[in-house]
């Protein structure tokens, strides 16, 4: 991919403003550096430099995508919507499926993950055991019509995305391959330059399946929240880490009815009673999505509920109680005795367990209970863990207290898929006994364009991105300053076209603006060598390199240049090889 | 792109039966060997030898782009449709051009080419003079859903084409430009092993505009016809070529108006009136689009209306008269004289210029004229080219009589596109007096796909295609027969470490598989260069090498064979070359 340019040709303007409606560090300086041109709602053009990035990185994807064996396809962006309904997500997956009518009134999908086309290419070709296991994986334009897009290329409604689909005849192997699978992305995101990705247990949402990790990289400006151990290796997604507390080891007491005029948050009642949230008892409320059933989860008064938990216990999906159903509940006073619902499902929190002495709410109005120990006054309880991990909860792994809760943005992800789309696309293949069997399924996605704006969130400074030189768009800038003056245009001309003969990748800045432009163009081009020919320094026989991380800046005589800046590029590739 | 596969590994099967649904060699061979799966109506997933071929051809096609300048970007398959209405084709075109809402009841189109997309991505972002001329290409995904989707990868609604775009500040240097990108597409065919594709002038269509030229891949299964002279260069699409004729030198006779019962088709008249068709004026009778308002064609009886032509004159769209519309045309008896119309266009083709002594309707029921003298009987007639060209018609370049007619597959096309798009999407430039200027734009297309089968097309035999080994999925293909034979295994798993080693793409056959299944398999990979390892073989201390057109066999020392094969690889490779 060598390709040698001049900046005065390149297509694309650099702004010194930032756009008004750039919040997040990556988005502005993708558009202040000409990398892209937003189209619509989260819909963007590529420039040049924005397009080197993604094609480097879908390079490294694919060597490591090779080096497990896998065979590249290529499946259509749009599909007919008969593959979606069959595996059942056309009706279960909500408006971020496009869906819509060809000419001939067929109904089509936009593709914004493949396993039903992958499972309608595969089956069919791969009927005898002896085809398997086998990995197969595409580089594609994906579309998901997200509700809100945000942040430049962080989260997009057009994207490039890396998915790739293994089928194994059993579950060791499945999970055999999930581990080279995570191996492999490891390596792929120390080779794209933010080796601190790191991988966390997730929930498998809508793609079904039980095992799956996210790769997330840690920045404030993530969507998701994560719970990592600051004492072991323990990391986890918010929705699926398990939270563990501990409970003061208070007496039992008398339960007693007591007024409490007015007092319904947990605040109020604390106050009024005088004791912590965490010696009380509140009753969080929801309605099944499909039903309107309520949904109460009696939980400590100090924590918080974890949806996502709920509704893999549930197995359906729930919402916030808007008030619009008769519920029979007394809000504001409802608590587990005596509790006098229609209809709906009733839950208990861990949290609770071996509790004594709580405060909670007396199902009427103005009334609470003090003295309320759970499984005294309720006989058995099934406790379930329904809250959110904290700061300074139980480590599930190391029992020390030192959890810690931070942000981080998604860049690629694995699942352990089992036979969900095999089974209900009705893939199968014949054992070695003749019979028939469905084989179990793992996919792994990486978000393109998604990782080039992370690193860019991880690998920056005041001025713009600082890029890998695994993912530079160039990895050499020459500033050709005073390019007018006949010796810095002999001398820039004769390093740009040595370095071309040596297959190093150069942006040529030969434009007549001053160096101060120049020099903050090349910020916003984050390319991590510079070299600064100028009158200057061709007086004194040499030209200055330096790297876009200030980390070094070396005089070198004219004539070594081209070598020395070769042997350069060639350490910094090596830095970022995996040790693994 | 080293990848060594073992075909035992390999997704894919081969089928010995041609699919039912198979009509044309390139889509036949494509199925049976495993390279595609259809998904839906022109929708298609490519396995992994397909998308092989796919990449090598797109590597290609970037790296003579970047000969020329180009730029790689990335714009949107999905866009607001805001941009199509800017430029009017959101009205203009129709269904092939898929509209759609997104959630937010958004209009939409996915993109089936990107002028709007690219003077989107251009406009606001080259503003000087300074700036120009630039070209930008891309390699995507498109969608067109066209309403006859057939041949496997020939038509398709979902394909993978570059289009690239030059803009410039004036008529000569795109003209210039213009001439490069002919010149790139020449090397572009070459090397994709296809140097025989002919540049055809071709109409410029919906895309505005008016020099264009497309590069046909002469062959049977074309759906396009071309006009092409045997004795010099001259060379059109049948659309836009001037249709030249010579006229027999009759005498003037009297006009006569003779009873011609029944009579209505030019075979009866002039079997009654026992003359040859060439002596005849007929009628061809069209409507126009919009308003339904007759426009008839007079042209020599013996020629064929190119309704093409008939429509850029107009510069508006003629359907075929569905007789619904009270015209005052009658019909099977209308002709130049005392033609009654109550609205509508009278043109003539210029094959009656000059003519005498013709039989035309004589628009009344049953009467035909005889001894019809065009400009005697009419004064001054606007002769126009509207006939198409036929065999033995005189070539417009060299006049000699031997203008053919055959058909072609269109696998590229390069337009002069002006200022139709920069205008109506006002994308403006500030020239060096400082006014405003609409930049003058070219369009330059491949289908990559379509551009595969057509080398399929181009080259094969009764048993596969026969891939240039620029663009085979892989270079080398290993048979080793008895691959079960310890001799056998060792020898072919050394040869295709040592070839992985040298940087040999290789296919290694080591199923324990028939020599017939082998060979039948090997014919339907097409790779070019075929290497048996067998016991025979084996016992002779050599390796059998043979290329797949039979143009070459011999044997080669098992320890000379790597050397060799990688020496005839470059070979063949460097035949690809274009001389130009």
């Given at each position: 991919?060598v390709?040698i340019?001049k900046?005065s040709?390149?297509?694309?303007?650099?702004?010194?403003?930032?756009?008004?409606?750039c919040?997040?560090t990556?988005?502005?300086?993708?558009?202040?550096?000409g990398?892209?041109?937003?189209v619509?709602?989260?819909?963007?053009?590529?420039?040049?430099p924005?397009l080197?990035?993604?094609?480097k990185?879908?390079?490294?994807?694919?060597?490591e995508m090779?080096?497990?064996?896998?065979?590249?396809v290529?499946?259509?962006?749009?599909?007919?919507?008969?593959?979606?309904?069959?595996?059942?997500?056309?009706?279960?997956?909500?408006?971020e499926?496009?869906?819509?009518?060809?000419?001939?009134?067929?109904?089509?999908?936009?593709?914004?993950?493949?396993?039903e086309?992958?499972?309608?290419?595969?089956r069919?070709?791969?009927e005898?055991?002896?085809?398997?296991?086998?990995?197969?994986y595409?580089?594609q334009?994906?579309?998901r019509?997200?509700?809100?897009?945000?942040?430049?290329?962080?989260?997009?409604?057009?994207?490039?995305?890396?998915?790739a689909?293994s089928?194994?005849l059993?579950?060791e192997?499945?999970?055999?391959y999930?581990q080279k699978?995570?191996?492999?992305?490891?390596r792929?995101?120390?080779?794209a330059g933010?080796p601190?990705?790191?991988?966390?247990?997730?929930?498998?949402?809508?793609?079904?399946?039980?095992?799956?990790?996210?790769f997330?990289?840690i920045t404030?400006?993530?969507e998701?929240?994560?719970?990592?151990?600051?004492?072991?290796?323990?990391?986890s997604n918010m929705?699926?880490?398990?939270?563990?507390?501990?409970?003061s080891?208070?007496?039992?007491?008398?339960?007693?009815?007591?007024?409490?005029p007015?007092?319904?948050t947990?605040?109020?009642?604390?106050n009024?009673?005088?004791?912590?949230?965490e010696?009380?008892?509140?009753?969080v409320?929801?309605?099944?999505?499909?039903?309107?059933?309520?949904?109460?989860?009696?939980i400590?008064g100090?924590?918080?509920?974890?949806?996502?938990?709920?509704?893999?216990y549930?197995?359906?999906?729930i919402?916030?109680?808007d008030?619009?159903?008769d519920?029979?509940?007394?809000?504001g006073?409802a608590?587990p005795m005596e509790?006098?619902?229609?209809?709906?499902?009733?839950?208990?929190?861990?949290s609770?367990?071996?509790?004594?002495?709580?405060v909670?709410?007396?199902?009427?109005?103005?009334?609470?209970?003090?003295?309320?120990?759970?499984?005294?006054?309720?006989g058995?309880?099934?406790?379930?863990?329904?809250?959110?991990?904290?700061?300074?909860s139980?480590?599930?792994?190391?029992?020390?207290?030192?959890?810690?809760i931070?942000?981080?943005?998604?860049?690629?992800?694995?699942?352990?898929?089992g036979?969900?789309y095999?089974e209900?696309?009705?893939?199968?293949?014949?054992?070695?006994?003749?019979?028939?069997q469905?084989?179990i399924m793992?996919?792994y996605?990486?978000?393109?364009?998604?990782?080039?704006a992370?690193?860019c969130e991880?690998r920056?400074?005041?001025?713009?991105?600082?890029?890998?030189?695994?993912?530079?768009?160039?990895?050499?800038?020459?500033?050709?300053?005073?390019?007018d003056?006949?010796?810095?245009?002999?001398?820039s001309?004769?390093?740009?076209?040595?370095?071309?003969?040596?297959?190093?990748?150069?942006?040529?800045?030969?434009r007549?603006?001053s160096a101060?432009?120049?020099?903050a163009?090349a910020d916003?081009?984050?390319?991590?060598?510079?070299?600064?020919?100028?009158?200057?320094?061709?007086?004194?026989?040499v030209v200055?390199?330096?790297?876009?991380?200030?980390?070094?800046?070396a005089?070198?005589a004219?004539?070594?240049?081209p070598?020395?800046i070769?042997?350069?590029i060639?350490?910094?590739?090596?830095?970022?090889?995996?040790?693994?």
């Amino acid at each position: 991919m060598v390709v040698i340019m001049k900046i005065s040709n390149m297509l694309g303007q650099r702004y010194k403003e930032t756009p008004a409606e750039c919040r997040i560090t990556s988005h502005i300086f993708m558009i202040r550096g000409g990398y892209m041109k937003r189209v619509g709602e989260g819909i963007y053009s590529l420039l040049p430099p924005g397009l080197r990035i993604i094609k480097k990185i879908e390079n490294i994807i694919r060597e490591e995508m090779n080096r497990i064996d896998g065979q590249e396809v290529l499946l259509p962006v749009a599909m007919p919507a008969t593959l979606w309904k069959e595996s059942g997500r056309y009706y279960s997956i909500g408006s971020e499926l496009l869906r819509f009518k060809d000419r001939g009134d067929v109904d089509m999908v936009l593709g914004m993950t493949h396993e039903e086309a992958v499972v309608h290419l595969a089956r069919h070709t791969a009927e005898s055991y002896m085809n398997y296991p086998f990995m197969v994986y595409q580089i594609q334009t994906k579309f998901r019509d997200e509700p809100r897009s945000r942040g430049g290329l962080i989260r997009v409604r057009e994207f490039t995305m890396k998915d790739a689909y293994s089928f194994h005849l059993t579950q060791e192997d499945l999970e055999e391959y999930y581990q080279k699978c995570y191996h492999a992305y490891e390596r792929i995101f120390a080779r794209a330059g933010v080796p601190e990705v790191i991988a966390v247990k997730s929930d498998s949402g809508m793609m079904g399946g039980k095992v799956a990790h996210e790769f997330m990289l840690i920045t404030d400006i993530g969507e998701d929240r994560l719970v990592v151990c600051d004492s072991c290796d323990f990391r986890s997604n918010m929705e699926v880490a398990e939270c563990i507390t501990e409970n003061s080891s208070a007496e039992d007491a008398d339960l007693e009815c007591v007024h409490t005029p007015g007092f319904k948050t947990i605040d109020e009642i604390c106050n009024f009673l005088s004791v912590t949230p965490e010696q009380t008892c509140k009753a969080v409320i929801y309605l099944k999505k499909k039903s309107y059933e309520p949904v109460i989860v009696f939980i400590r008064g100090d924590l918080e509920v974890n949806e996502t938990k709920v509704q893999n216990y549930l197995r359906e999906e729930i919402i916030e109680d808007d008030g619009t159903t008769d519920t029979g509940i007394v809000y504001g006073f409802a608590g587990p005795m005596e509790l006098n619902l229609k209809k709906g499902t009733v839950l208990f929190d861990k949290s609770l367990k071996g509790t004594h002495n709580l405060v909670c709410g007396a199902n009427k109005v103005d009334y609470h209970y003090k003295g309320f120990t759970p499984e005294r006054e309720m006989g058995e309880i099934e406790f379930v863990d329904f809250a959110k991990a904290y700061n300074g909860s139980i480590c599930p792994c190391c029992g020390k207290k030192t959890i810690s809760i931070t942000r981080g943005i998604e860049v690629g992800n694995i699942f352990q898929l089992g036979t969900k789309y095999t089974e209900t696309m009705d893939m199968q293949y014949i054992d070695k006994n003749g019979a028939l069997q469905y084989p179990i399924m793992g996919c792994y996605g990486i978000g393109v364009g998604r990782l080039a704006a992370s690193v860019c969130e991880a690998r920056h400074d005041e001025n713009g991105p600082i890029w890998p030189i695994s993912i530079a768009p160039w990895q050499v800038h020459i500033c050709a300053i005073r390019a007018d003056k006949e010796e810095v245009a002999q001398v820039s001309d004769a390093l740009y076209n040595d370095l071309m003969s040596k297959g190093v990748e150069v942006l040529y800045d030969d434009r007549k603006v001053s160096a101060g432009v120049m020099f903050a163009d090349a910020d916003l081009m984050g390319i991590p060598v510079r070299v600064v020919v100028s009158p200057k320094t061709v007086s004194r026989g040499v030209v200055e390199i330096a790297f876009r991380d200030k980390s070094y800046k070396a005089d070198a005589a004219i004539a070594d240049a081209p070598e020395m800046i070769k042997n350069i590029i060639a350490d910094e590739l090596k830095k970022l090889e995996p040790q693994l």
